[in-house]
């Protein structure tokens, strides 16, 4: 019951054949071997898996494949730039500690960049809002926060 | 998980032609739902419809009130400046479930046809005289949704049909509402209670002078500035979720509300009589107890919020204090 479907993942069109049961993180991690990209509840609770479908972020874990198609996807391994220039948020996680045990982290940036791709200044309510379907169980949060301001801050300038 | 097939219908025509050809199939929208039950192994269905491709309905249209499409996001409805406007109630109710990753696909149409006592649209939905519109083999229909809602997971659709959208009338420029999430957490929580009003007023005195009472900090004086200004509750909804099996309307107190000059008196009055329709159960997130005395707490509350934002002295759709 194999189909074929065609989408944008970070930046390269890839054609890929999917089950229709699968979710876009099955395809992601087990399929395409990207694992930056995390599974922590599968239900849509912790917002590990979150990715970047069509400028909105979203829990690939709910995902369903077959509506990938034509989308536009985006995982935390299409953040930093090809040569391996590190994002400013992902720069930011690193020196501002928000990072400790990492599970969370690639949902987390993920949701920052969702944020402040489109907003360039967010407010700190905007930023929690922005992270809150991501749970965290190490940092308790503060240190994220400020490492999304700072992300912000630079990529202003 | 068992293998199924994934249909991409564009037109509701073509999905309830396809379901109609099918066995042991379901709808699916933004499926933060469906895909969980899946996992659970909760639903085994050998084929779902999916209807996130059928433009028709996934608009908002406001003409003659508005009418929002089953399969319009969470995230889209909390944004839309005329729903925070007009129907406020619902932009509260979207903008609180769920996360915001759940917000970017969940659907209005999935959460009141998922039918949880705790549906976070579903109070707004009520208190704003919403129908469902139906489409089946056989046309088109619309029922309210209050009649809509039946039982935890159970909605009075036939096999075959689905919801296409919301209608909500207008309500004039004396109305105001507001919802109510009562969590423990602010984000991937289910509500310990809900409470939706919507509250449409006749003000004896100045408008520009209940807006200024909005100005007070203590709730009793805003009241009383409130009285004095002659500020009548002409036409009061109020509906409750996690109080009974179904998110449900309190009518005694709307009933009894009608006509009432607002008074300290007359809003505690309508908090008991709200609280004496619910009938909550103990659970983990709350007792039932707790849950009766925050009906009286929280109608209350609404029933400002409703009136502030009626008067203008608040855009805010998140309730800026805590009523």
Redesign the interface.
């Known amino acids: 019951m194999k189909k074929e479907i065609t989408f944008t993942l970070n930046n390269e069109e890839v054609i890929v054949e999917v089950d229709p049961k699968w979710t876009l993180i099955h395809l992601l991690r087990e399929v395409l071997e990207l694992t930056g990209t995390k599974e922590g509840c599968g239900v849509g609770e912790c917002g590990a898996c979150t990715v970047i479908v069509d400028g909105e972020a979203v829990n690939s874990c709910l995902y369903p494949v077959m509506e990938v198609e034509g989308k536009t996807v985006a995982t935390i391994e299409g953040v930093a730039l090809p040569d391996g220039t590190l994002h400013p948020i992902q720069q930011a996680f690193i020196e501002n500690n928000g990072v400790q045990c990492g599970y969370c982290t690639s949902g987390m940036i993920m949701s920052a960049k969702a944020l402040l791709d489109k907003k360039s200044d967010p407010t700190e309510d905007e930023i929690r809002t922005g992270i809150s379907g991501n749970i965290c169980r190490c940092t308790g949060y503060v240190q994220i926060v400020e490492s999304i301001q700072l992300a912000a801050e630079r990529m202003k300038k | ?6 249909h ?1 219908p564009h037109t509701v025509k073509e999905a309830i032609d396809i379901m109609g050809g099918l066995e042991n199939a379901k709808y ?1 929208a933004g ?2 739902d469906v ?2 039950l899946l ?2 192994g909760k639903i085994n269905p050998a084929n ?1 419809v ?1 209807l ?1 491709n059928v433009a028709e309905i996934s608009r908002i249209d406001t003409q003659n009130g508005i009418r929002i499409g089953a399969g319009v996001t969470h ?1 889209q409805i909390a944004n839309n400046e005329f729903i925070r406007e007009h129907y406020s109630a619902l932009a509260d109710g979207a903008g609180v479930v ?5 917000r ?2 969940a659907t209005i149409g999935g959460n009141i046809c998922n039918a949880a006592p705790s549906a976070d649209t579903a109070c707004p939905l009520l208190v704003l005289d919403a129908e469902a519109v139906i489409a089946g083999k056989s046309g088109e229909r619309q029922v309210p949704v209050d009649d809509f809602i039946v039982g935890p997971s159970q909605v009075a659709l036939e096999k075959g049909e689905l919801v296409t959208g919301f209608v909500i009338p207008a309500f004039g420029d004396r109305t105001g509402s507001a919802y109510i999430k009562h969590a423990r957490r ?3 929580d289910l509500p310990i209670l809900g409470i939706a009003v919507r509250a449409t007023v006749k003000i004896g005195g100045a408008q520009a002078a209940c807006r200024d009472a909005f100005k007070l900090t203590d709730v009793s004086d805003i009241v009383k500035r409130l009285e004095a200004e002659g500020l009548v509750l002409e036409d009061v909804r109020v509906a409750m979720s996690v109080v009974a099996p179904r998110p449900v309307r309190a009518r005694k107190a709307e009933e009894a509300a009608k006509g009432k000059t607002i008074s300290e008196k007359v809003l505690e009055e309508l908090g008991e009589i709200a609280a004496s329709e619910s009938k909550p159960r103990d659970s983990f997130r709350g007792e039932a107890w707790y849950r009766r005395d925050m009906v009286k707490v929280l109608t209350k509350r609404a029933l400002l919020k409703s009136i502030e934002r009626m008067t203008g002295a608040s855009s805010m759709v998140a309730p800026s204090r805590l009523w």
């Open positions: 998980m068992k293998a199924y097939d994934y991409k699916i499926g933060t895909m969980v996992r659970q779902l999916s996130r995230t769920g996360s915001k990753q759940i970017n696909v602010l984000a991937m």
